[in-house]
């Protein structure tokens, strides 16, 4: 039974930073994709970042581009979300994610294990 725990959410003001974390169970970490995802009230949940097995390649979002950093450490088998220059409409409760083998790192379908999810709120 995979299990994913995210952590590391908190109210911040405009410009403040977070780190996300998301520690894994119940699977072979290291061969799996990892993303985030959030979701604001009222909106769809939507594409952060992702990362590949190795860490070697990352993806994000136009939006967090140059702002938010995702990594992951195998050994301890947690993936890492660090957000900077955050913004009020970072507000959202984030949400990490293993993904299949061999499907997109964009697309919501691609990812077959979540978790509970974190809330982030970025206060003006």
């Known amino acids: 039974q995979v299990q994913l725990v995210e952590s590391g959410g908190g109210s911040v003001q405009a410009g403040g930073s977070l780190r996300l974390s998301c520690a894994a169970s119940?699977?072979?970490?290291?061969?799996?994709?990892m993303g985030w995802f959030r979701q604001a009230p009222g909106k769809e949940r939507d594409f952060v970042a992702a990362?590949?097995?190795?860490?070697?390649?990352?993806y994000y979002a136009d939006s967090v581009k140059g702002r938010f950093t995702i990594s992951r450490d195998n050994a301890k088998s947690t993936v890492y979300l660090q957000m900077n220059s955050l913004r009020p409409e970072d507000t959202a409760v984030y949400y990490c994610?293993?993904?299949?083998?061999?499907?997109?790192?964009?697309?919501?379908?691609?990812?077959?294990?979540w978790g509970q999810g974190t809330q982030v709120t970025v206060s003006s």
């Open positions: 994610a293993q993904k299949r083998p061999g499907s997109s790192y964009y697309t919501l379908p691609a990812y077959d294990y």
């Open positions: 990362i590949g097995r190795t860490g070697g390649n990352t």
């Open positions: 119940g699977s072979t970490f290291s061969t799996y994709g």
